[in-house]
C-alpha cells in the first residue's frame, strides 16, 4: 500500500516562518500596486496576465524557502519460499519388500491407497497391531451380527490390505516420494503453493533446481550429472543470501536419510537453526536392513609398474545370509576369470562383512580393465551392488633418477637411501666434495657431472634417458653456468623433470647463472632460520611445518591416504623443520605448499610465501622444494612417507616424460583415473616454435569413448585455452563424464599439427557406500530436524506440513523521498514564468 506526505522542512522555528510569511505578503501587495500603475498604460487583460505570471514566480520563491519533500512510503507483506529437496541417489531406488507391515500400511495411507476419514481409527488400529507383531483384528464384535459374517467381512478385509501391500512392496522410494508431491487427492506441492512460492530441487551428491510442472518427466530416471552413486544431504540446504524481501520459510526433504558424503550435514542443518528455517524431513524407506549383498571396498593401485604383484582386496557386507557360502569372481581384462568361496561369518554384531582379495596381473604395459562380482543370490533385495569394475595401469618398469649435491648432508644421505632400496628406481649419484682416503681407488660416489659440451647434444646423450634430475646444495664452480644450459635443454625440449631442493651454503644463494634463473619457479628468496629456537622441545614440535595448498590435492606425490581429510591430518601433524627458503611465485607457477600458519592463508600469501612450488618449462617440469630436511618425516614411521613422497616423486616425473605428443605438443592428464564426477584437467605444452608459425591456431581436446567407430563424431569437444603467465600452457576441463574408457585428442584448425597425439583415461564409479546400507536413517533425519527446529514426519503425516510452515506475518517498508525546491523542474518553472512576464511587458510597450 501506498501513502504520500508533504514535509516543509525550511523554517527551523516558527519565528522564522512568520518572517518569510510577512516577506511573501509584502512582495505580493507590491506586486498589486504595480498593477494599478500600469493599468493606465494596458488593457486589463494584459494587467491580469501579468498579474498571474509575478505572483506565479513569487508563490514559486516562497515555496522555495520552506524546503518542500514529497515521501512515498510502501508497506508490503515479506514474500516467503518453500524448498521441496528430493533425494534422486541411487538408494532412492530400492523398493521396500522387506519393510513390516506396519510402515508398509502408514505408506498406503500416505499415497490414498487404503483408508479415508471413516476409516482412520480403524487403520490405527491395525497399524497399532502390526506394531506388536499381532494379527490385526480385522472386525469388531459390533460391526457384524453373526459369526459368518464377521468371518466374510474380515476375509475380504485382509484381502484388501494385503492386496495394497504387495502395491506398495514394488514401489521405489523415489516413486513413493513423487507420489505424495502430485498424484494423492491433495497433492502436496498444491497445498504448499498456497503457502508461498515453491523452489523443488533434485539431489545426490550434487543439486538442481527443477521446474516443479514438469516433475514427473525430470525424475522419471537417474540425473548423472548429480552423481546417485553417493548422497550428500548437506546440498539441498543451501538457501542463499536472504534479503528483507524474501525469507526461506522451510525445507522439506523427502529423503531415506542416507548420507555418505565428506560433509556434515548436522553443521548444515545447526546454520539453518539459527535463520529461522526448519528443515521437515519426510522419512521414506524402511528402518530395517534388508537381505542384500553389496560391494561396499575396493582397494587396489590405480598405477603399477611392469612386473609388480598388485593385489585387489575387497570387502563385501551380506545381510540376511549369516553362516552362508559366497562365490566372489574377478574377470580378468582378457575375459578369463578366477574366483574364491568364501563363509560370511554367523556371529557378526551387526551386518556380517566378508573380505577377500586376488592377485593381478602386470606383464603389459597399459591399462587393464576388471570387474570384481559376486552371483545375485535368492531373495536380495537389490542386484545392481553386486559388482564393481576398476582399471589399473601399468607403466614401464623403472623411473630413471640422477641425485647431484654439494656433499654428502643428512638430506642427501637419507634420499639416496630410500632411492636406493625402490627397486623400481635407477638411480645415480653424483656428490663434488667427499672424503677419499685413497684405500680405494675412487670415491664412493662420482664426483663428475656428466653433460654433453652443448646443449643440441642433450638428446644423443645419456642424459636423454633420465626422467629424474634431482640438484642440490652445489656450489657454482661445480654446476657452472654451461650446465644449467645443458639441464634448461634437458627440462625444455626433453620434457624432463627437475627438482632443485634448497641448500644453506650454496644454492641458490651463489648462483648467478640467467638460465637457473629462468628455471626457479620462485623468486626473492627468504630465509626461514628457527635453529635456536625450541631446542628443547621434541623433533615434533619444532620449527614450522608445510602446509599444503588445494593445488596439491591433485599431485600423486603428496598422497599419503586415499582419504583427503586423513591425508591432510597426516601432513598436520609431520615433524617441523627449522630452516628454509620461502619465495614468491611466478606467475603461471603453481603452489603446493607453505609454511603453516594458523589462520586460513589468502592466495596472496600463499604466492608470497611458496615453500614448494611446480612450473611448467617448455615439455618439462620444475619443482622447488625450500627446505633441506624432508629426512625428518622419518621421525618414529621410518620410510612411511619419507620414502612414499619420493617414490612417487619419481614415478610422476617417469609419466611425464613418457607423455603423449610429438615434435610440436606434449598431452598430458593431471589424472588418467578418474572417479565419477571428477573433472578431467587436460594440459597441452605447445613448443614455442610452432606457435610462432601459427598464430591463428585454434585447438580443442576431442573426447571419444574407446568402444566408438573412428568415424564417430566426438563425445565432447573442449577448447583449448592459455593458462595465466604461462602462453605455451593450454588447458581444458572435461566436466561430468560418465564412467568408461575413454580416449582424448588434440585436435587443431589453421595449423598442420603433423601425427595424430592422444591419451586415454579412465572414469570408474565411486564406492560410497550408497548402496552397502539401504536402510533408512531415521536417527540422523531426527537429529537434524531438531537441531533446525523442525520436525520429522512419515508419509502418512505430510498433511501437517500446512500447520508446521505458515508464513510468518512480516512487512517491511520502503520509503523513498523526493525533495522539490532544489528539483531541476522548480527551476525551468521559475525561469519559463519569469521569460513569459518579460515577453508580455516588452510586446505591449512596458519597461
Known amino acids: 500500500m501506498y501513502s504520500r506526505e508533504l514535509i516543509l522542512q525550511g523554517p527551523a522555528t516558527s519565528g522564522w516562518f512568520w518572517f518569510y510569511a510577512a516577506v511573501c505578503v509584502a512582495a505580493a501587495a507590491l506586486v498589486v500596486v504595480l498593477l494599478k500603475y500600469e493599468r493606465s498604460l494596458v488593457s486589463s487583460r494584459v494587467g491580469n496576465t501579468l498579474l498571474t505570471l509575478r505572483l506565479s514566480v513569487l508563490a514559486l520563491l516562497c515555496l522555495t524557502f520552506l524546503q518542500p519533500v514529497v515521501t512515498w512510503v510502501l508497506d508490503r507483506d515479506r514474500?516467503?519460499?518453500?524448498?521441496?529437496?528430493?533425494?534422486?541417489?541411487?538408494?532412492?531406488?530400492?523398493?521396500?519388500?522387506?519393510?513390516?507391515?506396519?510402515?508398509?500400511?502408514?505408506?498406503?495411507?500416505?499415497?490414498?491407497?487404503?483408508?479415508?476419514?471413516?476409516?482412520?481409527?480403524r487403520l490405527d488400529r491395525w497399524i497399532s497391531e502390526y506394531k506388536i507383531g499381532k494379527e490385526p483384528t480385522w472386525v469388531l464384535e459390533s460391526e457384524a451380527s453373526t459369526d459368518a459374517s464377521r468371518s466374510e467381512l474380515a476375509r475380504l478385509r485382509k484381502a484388501n490390505v494385503e492386496q495394497v501391500l504387495e502395491t506398495i512392496r514394488a514401489l521405489p522410494r523415489r516413486q513413493i516420494a513423487m507420489r505424495l508431491l502430485n498424484s494423492t487427492s491433495q497433492p502436496l506441492l498444491a497445498q504448499l503453493h498456497k503457502i508461498g512460492a515453491v523452489e523443488v530441487r533434485a539431489f545426490a551428491s550434487k543439486v538442481e533446481t527443477i521446474d516443479d510442472s514438469l516433475l514427473g518427466e525430470s525424475l522419471a530416471g537417474p540425473i548423472s550429472s548429480l552423481i546417485p552413486q553417493q548422497s550428500d544431504l548437506s546440498v539441498a540446504t543451501d538457501v542463499g543470501v536472504a534479503d528483507d524481501r524474501s525469507k526461506v520459510m522451510g525445507i522439506v526433504m523427502l529423503t531415506d536419510g542416507r548420507h555418505n558424503a565428506g560433509t556434515d550435514p548436522v553443521e548444515a542443518a545447526t546454520r539453518l537453526g539459527t535463520l529461522n528455517t526448519p528443515l521437515i524431513p519426510v522419512m521414506i524407506g524402511s528402518e530395517l536392513r534388508p537381505k542384500d549383498i553389496s560391494i561396499i571396498s575396493l582397494e587396489h593401485p590405480q598405477i603399477v609398474f611392469q612386473n609388480d604383484t598388485p593385489v585387489v582386496k575387497a570387502r563385501l557386507a551380506a545381510d540376511g545370509f549369516r553362516n552362508e557360502e559366497l562365490t566372489v569372481i574377478l574377470q580378468h581384462a582378457d575375459g578369463t576369470e578366477e574366483s574364491q568361496v568364501v563363509q560370511v561369518p554367523s556371529d557378526a554384531a551387526e551386518a556380517p562383512f566378508v573380505d577377500v582379495d586376488f592377485s593381478l596381473n602386470a606383464d603389459t604395459i597399459g591399462r587393464a580393465e576388471y570387474l570384481l562380482r559376486t552371483a545375485v543370490q535368492e531373495g536380495e533385495t537389490r542386484e545392481d551392488n553386486n559388482q564393481r569394475a576398476f582399471a589399473v595401469e601399468v607403466v614401464d618398469d623403472q623411473s630413471h633418477v640422477l641425485l647431484v649435491d654439494g656433499e654428502a648432508r643428512w638430506e642427501f644421505r637419507f634420499l639416496d637411501n630410500a632411492l636406493n632400496r625402490d627397486e623400481r628406481i635407477d638411480l645415480k649419484q653424483v656428490v663434488f666434495d667427499q672424503p677419499h682416503l685413497g684405500v680405494l681407488p675412487t670415491t664412493f660416489f662420482s664426483q663428475r657431472l656428466e653433460l654433453p659440451a652443448r646443449p643440441e647434444d642433450v638428446a644423443e646423450s645419456t642424459m636423454a634417458e633420465l626422467d629424474l634430475l634431482i640438484v642440490g646444495d652445489v656450489s657454482p664452480s661445480d654446476v657452472t653456468s654451461n650446465s644449467w644450459k645443458v639441464i634448461d635443454e634437458f627440462v625444455r625440449e626433453q620434457g624432463g623433470t627437475l627438482v632443485l631442493l634448497a641448500g644453506k651454503n650454496q644454492f641458490p644463494a651463489r648462483h648467478r647463472s640467467d638460465e637457473l634463473r629462468q628455471l626457479l619457479p620462485v623468486t626473492n628468496l627468504r630465509e626461514i632460520n628457527?635453529?635456536?629456537?625450541?631446542?628443547?622441545?621434541?623433533?615434533?614440535?619444532?620449527?614450522?611445518?608445510?602446509q599444503l595448498t588445494p593445488d596439491a590435492d591433485r599431485h600423486a606425490m603428496f598422497q599419503f591416504d586415499t582419504d583427503n581429510v586423513e591425508n591432510r591430518r597426516i601432513w598436520s601433524q609431520l615433524p617441523g623443520h627449522q630452516w628454509g627458503l620461502t619465495g614468491t611465485a611466478r606467475p603461471g607457477a603453481t603452489v603446493l605448499a607453505t609454511a603453516h600458519r594458523a589462520d586460513?592463508?589468502?592466495?596472496?600469501?600463499?604466492?608470497?610465501?611458496?615453500?614448494?612450488?611446480?612450473?611448467?618449462?617448455?615439455f618439462g617440469q620444475v619443482l622447488w622444494i625450500g627446505i633441506d630436511s624432508t629426512w625428518r618425516w622419518r621421525h618414529r614411521v621410518g620410510d612411511r612417507y619419507h620414502h612414499r613422497f619420493w617414490a612417487q616423486l619419481a614415478r610422476w616425473a617417469a609419466r611425464n616424460k613418457a607423455s603423449a605428443g610429438n615434435e610440436f605438443v606434449r598431452l598430458l592428464l593431471q589424472n588418467s583415473q578418474l572417479t565419477l564426477g571428477d573433472d578431467a584437467v587436460f594440459e597441452v605444452r605447445w613448443q614455442k616454435r610452432f606457435l610462432d608459425l601459427n598464430p591463428e591456431l585454434k585447438a580443442f581436446i576431442e573426447i571419444f569413448r574407446e568402444s566408438d567407430a573412428p568415424s564417430e563424431k566426438p563425445f565432447s569437444r573442449l577448447e583449448l585455452t592459455p593458462t595465466d603467465g604461462s602462453p605455451l600452457l593450454f588447458q581444458a576441463r572435461a566436466v561430468d563424464l560418465p564412467s568408461g574408457t575413454w580416449t582424448a585428442k588434440i585436435a587443431v584448425e589453421n595449423a598442420n599439427l603433423g601425427s595424430e597425439v592422444s591419451t586415454s583415461l579412465y572414469v570408474g564409479e565411486p564406492l560410497t557406500g550408497e548402496l552397502s546400507d539401504l536402510s533408512a536413517n531415521r536417527d540422523l533425519l531426527t537429529q537434524l530436524a531438531e537441531v533446525s527446529g523442525g520436525e520429522l514426519l512419515m508419509p502418512d503425516e505430510v498433511h501437517r506440513l500446512v500447520e508446521l510452515l505458515q508464513p510468518p506475518e512480516e512487512s517491511s517498508q520502503s520509503r523513498q523521498e523526493t525533495t522539490l525546491w532544489d528539483h531541476w523542474i522548480f527551476l525551468l518553472l521559475f525561469f519559463a514564468l519569469l521569460t513569459s512576464e518579460w515577453v508580455v511587458r516588452k510586446l505591449n510597450g512596458l519597461p
Open 600 to 618: 586460513e592463508p589468502s592466495l596472496k600469501f600463499e604466492r608470497d610465501n611458496a615453500m614448494i612450488v611446480h612450473q611448467y618449462y617448455g
Open 79 to 121: 514474500s516467503t519460499k518453500i524448498i521441496v529437496a528430493i533425494d534422486v541417489s541411487e538408494s532412492m531406488d530400492t523398493a521396500d519388500a522387506h519393510a513390516d507391515k506396519a510402515s508398509l500400511l502408514r505408506w498406503a495411507r500416505g499415497l490414498e491407497l487404503i483408508g479415508n476419514a471413516a476409516t482412520d481409527d
Open 530 to 546: 628457527l635453529s635456536q629456537s625450541g631446542a628443547d622441545s621434541s623433533p615434533v614440535e619444532r620449527g614450522f611445518r608445510l
